[in-house]
């Protein structure tokens, strides 16, 4: 089986076994720096995973402004809930730099979930857990104070970016700026509160990452 899908499949659905037949409907795309996979407000065809590279999911407000809501890299999925519903998608996907996705289409879905046992349960276990981030973190936003958001906001991100290295640290791909979009806090707190964990030996910093404990 290809590399790339069986890491998807490890991190998604573990122990899930697939067809032959059925890895292939999922075939890869390659896109260049910039170019989109899906627009804001278009009903995308298909959900992704990358496979290599990085994905920038945006949206535009009304009044122009542009918003970044993460850097999507592997095994990552995005344009699930988009896709599943058939609805518009309510952000934009834009290649970073040169990257490869595994392209789950309407057949290759709808056979997943009529035919492979614990596929459903997997994809519904996902939606859940970002769903309870989200409330957990709208909930920090409201009703607790920085410390807290901050660590409920890195939680999150490692669980979601996390890329396991061999000396027992994960690799978070993000930046200050997204760490404080999630967190709701401003760059400077979250600066603050980096450099406390760093200082404390829980946190290694780098340009755009960083790494955390397993």
């Known amino acids: 089986m290809d590399p790339a899908l069986q890491r998807v499949l490890d991190a998604h659905f573990p122990g899930l076994h697939l067809p ?5 409907l999922l075939p ?26 990085e994905v920038e999911t945006r949206f535009t407000g009304a009044d122009g402004t542009v918003s970044v809501i993460e850097h999507v890299g592997p095994p990552r999925l995005f344009g699930l809930a988009a896709f599943a519903a058939r609805q518009p998608a309510g952000y934009e996907a834009i290649a970073r730099g040169r990257c490869e996705l595994l392209v789950f289409g309407r057949e290759a879905y709808e056979r997943l979930m009529d035919e492979v046992p614990g596929f459903a349960r997997a994809l519904l276990a ?3 857990g970002r769903y309870d981030g989200t409330l957990r973190l709208l909930q920090a936003a409201r009703h607790q104070d920085a410390p807290e958001r901050f660590a409920l906001a890195l939680a999150q991100l490692a669980r979601e970016r996390g890329r396991p290295g061999a000396d027992g640290w994960l690799e ?3 930046t200050q700026q997204e760490l404080a979009r999630l967190a709701h806090l401003s760059r ?7 450099q406390a964990e760093r200082a404390a030996g829980r946190l290694r910093l780098g340009r755009g990452r960083w790494w955390c404990l397993k």
Do not use: H, K
């Not at 032959?20 to 292939?24: D, F, G, I, P, R």
């Not at 400077?188 to 980096?194: D, G, I, K, P, R």
């Open 20 to 24: 032959a037949e059925l890895a292939a």
């Open 126 to 128: 996902e939606f859940a």
């Open 172 to 174: 978070v791909p993000a």
């Open 188 to 194: 400077q707190t979250v600066n603050q509160l980096l």
């Open 28 to 53: 890869r795309r390659r896109l260049a720096d910039g170019r989109s996979v899906f627009v804001q407000g278009q009903r995308p065809s298909a959900f992704y995973a990358v496979a290599a590279g």
